[in-house]
């Protein structure tokens, strides 16, 4: 059973667009993220989430908002989509209940999204 | 905020060969992960660590605290490690969590 997973594998939208990713972890983590690998192969985080505490990169812009159903699941979903935002989106969970964001627990990848906008 | 250098940028040997792959930082941090990415872009994480040394079958990272220094080494080398090797900083607080540096691009040829 794959740990974490993510649809779609590969998205093409138009700009303007509002499109959504999705991502489920089955390993009973209590930290979800959302990462992006953008051309140049260089990865940012973008969130946390964690007991309903979100924890953004302020750099992120605020068209995109992920969405936690429940503790397995964090979706992200972008609107008004830009030529910038097409890169690779991975997700990724850990146990990490501390609040850091990742920092000092092993992560478990999701396989990518490559998302392209037109 | 911290600043992450990996070396070498690119990295092509002969199969068998003992790699070293580097990453500094600069600022003092909590915790050191390696990640492997794979030519088909999925993630693994290899290890984590704050302190000393940690093996895997042919890897090894080591961590160096007041050098603010790792390394991450492949001994016996296969064509099968071709990858991108990404070090990941923890420095707790702020908003950017991790800070990643730009990868290693591994060849191992046959």
């Known amino acids: 059973d794959t740990a974490v997973s993510q649809t779609p594998k590969y998205l093409v939208t138009q700009m303007g667009n509002d499109k959504s990713i999705k991502c489920e972890q089955n390993?009973?983590?209590?930290?979800m993220y959302w990462y992006k690998q953008d051309s140049k192969k260089f990865l940012k985080i973008m969130f946390s989430?964690?007991?309903?505490?979100?924890?953004i990169n302020e750099t992120v812009p605020n068209r995109f908002s992920p969405k936690s159903p429940d503790k397995a699941h964090l979706n992200l979903h972008i609107n008004s989509l830009e030529l910038g935002d097409s890169a690779v989106y991975f997700c990724?969970?850990?146990?990490?209940?501390?609040?850091?964001?990742?920092?000092?627990?092993?992560?478990?990848f999701g396989p990518g999204t490559r998302l392209t906008v037109l | 905020k911290n600043e992450v250098e990996q070396s070498p940028q690119n990295l092509t040997a002969q199969e068998g060969e003992f790699i070293t792959i580097n990453c500094s930082y600069s600022?003092?941090?909590?915790?050191l992960h390696w990640l492997q990415q794979h030519p088909g872009g999925g993630i693994v994480s290899l290890f984590m660590?704050?302190?000393g040394k940690k093996k895997h079958g042919r890897l090894i990272a080591t961590i160096n605290i007041q050098e603010k220094h790792s390394s991450l080494h492949i001994t016996a080398s296969h064509p099968r490690d071709s990858a991108v090797y990404i070090c990941?900083?923890?420095?707790?607080?702020?908003?950017?969590?991790?800070?990643f540096g730009k990868g290693t691009h591994l060849i191992i040829q046959p």
């Open positions: 990724a969970s850990s146990q990490d209940p501390t609040r850091t964001r990742g920092g000092t627990d092993t992560q478990y």
């Open positions: 390993l009973g983590h209590d930290t």
């Open positions: 989430y964690n007991n309903k505490e979100l924890i």
């Open positions: 600022v003092g941090i909590s915790a």
């Open positions: 660590l704050s302190s």
């Open positions: 990941a900083v923890y420095s707790g607080g702020g908003a950017d969590g991790l800070t």
